[in-house]
């Protein structure tokens, strides 16, 4: 069983999760609103991969027998300057959620909750794998600068992004995952 600051510190994190996702759909209403749709799909990919984060976390809180709290999820803006100001926006979101998740840990390894501190393991290595590629897509925005071609054959490259998370979670995480073959 989780202990307090524990299970609290979990809940405040499937609720950055959440707002993670948020945040996205809202990135790729805003791609879609401006012609860019290959964008659109690789911010609504990232919004399938948060909620599944969010999920992954919900039901280990669960598991370890504490109550899951929502919290209320928070308006994320809608409209940016231009796409590599989405993804520089993009790259602080996931900045400060490796930051929190950083925190988590910490807090997993004071209170020796060996459990949790196993279970986020997973959330700090693809971190720093979200971190990475960010720093990839940043760097050919602004190689691409005010090249409409560019950014155009970028946008038929993102709209090849498959979502690769499972996204019925119906019957659990575990089960989607299977079903996924993950």
Do not use: C
Request: glycine share 4%; no cysteine; net charge negative.
């Amino acid at each position: 069983m989780l202990n307090k600051k524990v299970a609290q510190a979990l809940n405040e994190q499937i609720n950055r999760e959440m707002y993670s996702a948020y945040l996205y759909m809202s990135m790729s209403a805003h791609a879609n609103n401006i012609g860019l749709k290959g964008f659109a799909n690789w911010f609504m990919s990232q919004y399938h991969e948060e909620m599944f984060h969010a999920m992954k976390m919900y039901e280990y809180v669960l598991r370890q027998g504490a109550r899951v709290k929502l919290l209320a999820v928070a308006e994320p803006p809608a409209e940016y300057a231009s796409p590599l100001d989405m993804f520089t926006k993009t790259l602080e979101h996931e900045r400060y959620i490796t930051a929190s998740l950083n925190t988590l840990m910490d807090l997993a390894i004071k209170e020796k909750d060996h459990a949790t501190k196993i279970f986020l393991e997973w959330y700090i290595t693809e971190q720093v794998e979200e971190e990475d590629n960010d720093n990839d897509i940043i760097t050919e925005l602004t190689l691409i600068g005010d090249n409409p071609h560019a950014l155009l054959m970028l946008d038929r490259e993102f709209a090849t992004r498959a979502v690769t998370v499972p996204t019925d979670f119906s019957k659990g995480v575990e089960a989607a995952a299977k079903a996924a073959g993950e």
